[in-house]
DNA sequence: GAACCGTGGCC
DNA sequence: TGGCCAAGGTT
């Protein structure tokens, strides 16, 4: 039988029950194509429902502010996605009078929507018989025709997107974008597939051929740069002084503890106080540390030490300095990095550094 | 093409 | 535990 009347077949009796699926309209499918991008769906579940409960719709959120958009994206990952959905909808407002476009050429045009975003949302809201090629789709398709090159490059996922458009159906485009991922990560899973469930086994070539162990192939990364951050918390009347990461930076959007990266050969003490210094202010006392948290990102291995310093002058420099409490860090942009360095604040070991 | 941009779960 | 990986996009 047709592979896509088999695949949507087990979609129809096996499909999750998400909450971008129930009651879909083409915002819903947006915000959850955002969320989604390198994150996996259970991630993605109650920062969708929060969102779409403070911003319904294109309008809403259009007229929210970036830092209220970036506060409910906070923990969740690459905050650009954040900043970009909130342009895009101002986009939609603006430019096409509140209504998502339909054709995926349109739909390229707005910020943060690439190739894979725009061909899902043109097929799962728009019915459009389009191929969504995210990872799930190509390692599905790359072991459905044995594909042996490497699968992450711009060019092979161009020849990836040309196979999987001759599998999709002429109706429920949409729902064969979902079915294929939803294979690709319940199924046709990267390491050891569940082929004896596979409702398409008998497509596979690299079944057939005996290598869905080593199809897909996936090119070498580059190691992650190793590295020593200085955190300072300077408190002033039960407050903490939080820094705004620029956009385009590591966590560009939220707010940080200011810190400085410790350089080849110097001290952590040393770069709290370069981190002090940069922020106008005059260190009175002793740094006192209070530990230290690892945190990996995609490109760094971070290793974070926090000093409780007490300091006097009002802190200028080029950067914005907030004073923010418990409460307000509830509702602000806060990267999870960020907590975890918070975190040393509340139980503080008694150590001191020079 | 390659580098960069988060986070958490899995084995 | 450490490496891998995810409903990618931008520069």
Not at 159 to 187: K, N, Y
Not at 214 to 228: F, G, H, L, Q, S
Not at 296 to 316: E, I, L, N, W, Y
Request: overall charge positive; hydrophobic content about 45%.
């Amino acid at each position: 039988m047709n592979l896509s009347t088999v695949l949507l077949r087990w979609y129809d009796v096996g499909a999750r029950d998400l909450p971008w699926r129930t009651r879909p309209s083409p915002y819903r499918t947006l915000v959850s194509e955002f969320m989604l991008q390198q994150t996996v769906v259970a991630t993605v579940i109650p920062y969708f429902h929060s969102f779409v409960e403070r911003f319904p719709d294109f309008a809403a959120l259009a007229r929210a502010g970036e830092q209220d958009v970036l506060g409910l994206w906070s923990g969740l990952g690459y905050y650009t996605r954040a900043r970009n959905l909130h342009r895009a909808a101002v986009a939609v407002v603006e430019e096409h009078g509140g209504a998502l476009p339909r054709d995926e050429a349109t739909l390229v045009t707005l910020p943060g929507v690439g190739p894979y975003t725009a061909a899902a949302v043109a097929a799962i809201a728009f019915g459009a018989q389009t191929f969504a090629l995210d990872g799930n789709a190509a390692r599905v398709v790359a072991r459905l025709f044995a594909v042996a090159e490497p699968i992450d490059g711009p060019a092979a996922r161009l020849r990836l997107r040309a196979r999987g458009q001759t599998l999709v159906p002429r109706l429920r485009a949409g729902d064969f974008a979902q079915a294929v991922m939803e294979l690709g990560a319940r199924v046709c899973v990267a390491g050891r597939p569940r082929c004896a469930s596979c409702p398409v086994i008998a497509h596979c070539r690299a079944q057939a051929t005996d290598r869905t162990d080593v199809i897909p192939v996936r090119r070498v990364r580059a190691p992650k740069k190793i590295v020593r951050v200085a955190c300072i918390a300077v408190e002033r009347a039960g407050k903490i002084l939080l820094e705004l990461r620029p956009a385009g930076s590591l966590l560009g959007g939220t707010w940080t503890l200011p810190a400085a990266e410790v350089d080849a050969g110097e001290s952590e003490p040393a770069a709290a106080r370069r981190a002090l210094s940069a922020l106008g202010l005059r260190r009175v006392g002793a740094l006192r540390e209070l530990g230290s948290v690892r945190h990996v990102f995609t490109h760094r291995d971070v290793t974070a030490s926090a000093f409780q310093v007490k300091a006097t002058g009002r802190p200028t420099g080029s950067s914005e300095l907030r004073w923010v409490n418990g409460r307000d860090l509830v509702s602000l942009a806060v990267s999870s990095f960020t907590r975890k360095t918070l975190g040393l604040l509340r139980d503080a070991p008694v150590r001191a550094a020079s």
